[in-house]
């Protein structure tokens, strides 16, 4: 099976607007994504911005990688004949993970190829799974998660009153103390080995206990729900675009009042972590697929349109997803860490998205770019390399 021109299109799209919301974690302490109190300001513009990002962005361009990723699934099988599908799916898969765990403790502790890595050695197991089936499923497990953290709300509660350890740790990871952000700062603007050690030990908390709690059914459900709408051809551009329209408008039409009701209740519970499962982690799931699935619509209907501004630049950024995303941590690690220019926790909150202007600006211009002259982003061709065992050629030949 050859490229699909509209699952590079769609997948370009979706890295550059992750960039919304990881810009935070890059820029200011961590606790600053979940809460806006923490650091970056919480006021004004700042206010602003994070009930756009919420509203909009946040889980929203998260949800349409991840259903890619599981999309890409029956792309990479196709190709293979069926006595080699196994070995060269786990052994890409496993690799996968071992860049996740690099680039987590290394450069960036806010990864998501790894947590990618681990739950697509399950996706295997759904190979043979019709489209109708592997939507239902999909729907089911992100149901199941909702229900997981609207009762996380009254467990906070329970935790809250209750105080000890097992409560710290949970105020560390969403409103830490002044001290523990100051210190946070310092290190993030000291030298690289003086924040390796903070780095990997917020890795760890993200590949272990953190993992099971908050992330694994949230990929796993994107993941299966993703294969199936692959497999229902809604990826592929291939369904009328009255299909896609009605999509478009029905996905915004349900998804962003119910993200607006979301960020204005747990605005008005004062940001406090009870009140963010109650409002903001239980309706996650449905607002997010529905403002997804409103992207995805208007995308669908621009590469059936053939916008050429629009489709050929976001369709070299998707073909070169993975060294896009590794290439965004290393200049955004540089750009805000005392390893280079030591610009963490000095930009507000809304002033940070000068920086994802100029970053996509270096998405959108390297990527054609490279691919004039060579068959696979850099990141591309060492994981197509190791996944075959051997080199693959990487040069454009001919005119």
């Known amino acids: 099976m050859g490229r699909i021109v509209s699952l590079d299109v769609l ?17 200011l302490p961590f606790a600053a994504y979940l809460n806006p109190t923490v650091a970056g300001g919480a006021t004004g513009a700042n206010l602003t911005v994070w009930y756009l990002a919420t509203i909009f962005w946040d889980g929203k ?49 806010g990864d998501i190829l790894y947590p990618y890595g681990v739950i697509g050695l399950l996706l295997y197991l759904f190979r043979q799974w019709p489209a ?16 997981w953290n609207l009762g996380g709300s009254s467990m906070m509660r329970e935790m809250q009153q209750r105080g000890g350890e097992e409560w710290a740790q949970i ?18 603007r000291g030298g690289y080995l003086a924040s390796l050690g903070m780095r990997s030990r917020d890795a760890y908390e993200f590949e272990g206990p953190l993992f099971f709690q908050y992330i694994f059914l949230d990929v796993l459900g994107m993941f299966v729900l993703g294969l199936g709408l692959a497999r229902a051809g809604v990826f592929d551009a291939s369904r009328s675009a009255r299909f896609y329209a009605v999509m478009a408008v029905t996905g915004f039409a349900l998804g962003l009042p119910l993200n607006y009701w979301a960020a204005a ?25 529905l403002v997804a699935a409103g992207y995805i619509g208007i995308v669908m209907l621009a590469v059936q349109a053939n916008v050429g501004w629009f489709v050929q630049p976001l369709a070299a950024v998707g073909r070169m997803a993975l060294s896009n995303y590794l290439l965004t941590s290393l200049l955004m690690t540089l750009f805000f860490d005392g ?33 004039r002259y060579f068959r696979y982003g850099p990141a591309e061709w060492v994981w197509r390399s190791l996944t075959y065992w051997r080199l693959q050629p990487l040069r454009r030949t001919g005119g």
């Open 61 to 109: 361009m998260r949800a349409i990688f991840s259903m890619l990723f599981a999309a890409s699934f029956d792309v990479f099988l196709a190709g293979l004949p069926e006595a080699d599908r196994a070995k060269l799916y786990y052994r890409r898969t496993l690799w996968l993970i071992v860049f996740g765990l690099l680039h987590a403790h290394l450069l960036w502790s």
């Open 171 to 188: 105020e560390r990871l969403f409103a830490p103390s002044p001290q523990v952000v100051e210190e946070q700062i310092r290190t993030h």
């Open 132 to 147: 109708r089936k592997l939507i239902w499923t999909g729907a089911a497990i992100l149901l199941l998660h909702s229900l």
């Open 265 to 289: 209740q747990w605005h008005a519970a004062g940001f406090g972590i009870p009140a963010y499962f109650g409002y903001i982690a239980s309706t996650q799931d449905p607002g997010r697929f």
């Open 339 to 371: 390893t280079g220019l030591g610009q963490f926790a000095r930009w507000e909150r809304a002033e940070l998205y000068r920086v994802v202007l100029g970053m996509w600006v270096i998405n959108l211009t390297w990527s054609p770019l490279w691919l």
């Open 11 to 27: 997948r370009g799209f979706a890295l550059l607007g992750i960039l919304l919301l990881n810009i935070v974690s890059f820029g």
